[in-house]
């Protein structure tokens, strides 16, 4: 079975800092890798996903992040933050096979920006 | 309007009530999910559907039990509800596997449930 673990439970920066939020994936097979965002008291929205081809993925927003499969990690970071960038943000996994595959989350990352 | 919503946003119940949460979607999407969020522990599955006659188990359905009234339904119900399920639920969705190799779903915006 696949697990995702993220280490750092929080991470506080300041305004215009860089971050990193750490992700590292357990699997047997190959797996999809997906970063999800929840804003205060919203749902979960999807961040950026990797699937296949080229291992750095962005967003939107500027955040981005790299599947490195020796390491098995899939790190976020973003150059840097805004205040509004202040959410947790779940790191997931799906396994690459033919068929349903369920999604397991890490156990989130709550990012706190500050001026 | 939200693809994916869910009624209510907030519930607070008393110990041994009965309790139901319902979502529904205009995604089109066949399958449906019901998570718990938990702080601490991320998202935890507690059953899925793939259609209307197709009910799955996630990893945390004891003392929890859904209804997929229409493939655009679906409602999670705790038949007698006790303090340790107060928790922020989440419905979601995805398309069949068949279009999406990737199972990306889509989250409504939560329920918090607070059992006294």
């Known amino acids: 079975a696949q697990s995702v673990t993220q280490l750092d439970s929080q991470v506080p920066v300041f305004e215009e800092a860089p971050v990193e939020l750490r992700c590292n994936y357990s699997s047997s097979v190959s797996v999809y890798l997906f970063w999800y965002v929840q804003y205060p008291n919203q749902g979960l929205q999807l961040l950026l996903k990797?699937?296949?081809?080229?291992?750095l993925v962005e967003s939107i927003n500027g955040f981005e992040a790299e599947f490195n499969k020796s390491q098995t990690s899939f790190h976020l970071r973003k150059p840097s933050v805004h205040i509004s960038d202040t959410a947790e943000y779940f790191c997931?996994?799906?396994?690459?096979?033919?068929?349903?595959?369920?999604?397991?989350f890490g156990t989130g990352t709550r990012l706190l920006v500050s001026p | 309007d939200a693809d994916v919503t869910q009624t209510p946003r907030n519930r607070i119940t008393k110990t041994g009530k009965r309790i139901m949460l319902e979502c529904s979607q205009t995604k089109g999407h066949d399958r449906m999910y019901w998570y718990r969020q938990d702080p601490g522990l991320g998202l935890r599955l507690i059953y899925y559907?793939?259609?209307?006659?197709?009910?799955n188990k996630g990893e945390i359905s004891d003392g929890y039990s859904v209804s997929r009234q229409a493939q655009a339904k679906f409602s999670l119900s705790l038949e007698s509800a006790i303090p340790n399920q107060t928790a922020l639920y989440f419905c979601?969705?995805?398309?069949?596997?068949?279009?999406?190799?990737?199972?990306?779903?889509?989250f409504g915006p939560g329920t918090r449930l607070t059992v006294l």
């Open positions: 990797y699937l296949s081809g080229s291992t």
């Open positions: 997931a996994v799906s396994k690459m096979n033919t068929g349903f595959q369920k999604l397991v």
């Open positions: 559907s793939f259609d209307v006659k197709d009910i």
């Open positions: 979601a969705t995805s398309e069949s596997t068949g279009l999406r190799r990737d199972n990306e779903q889509f």
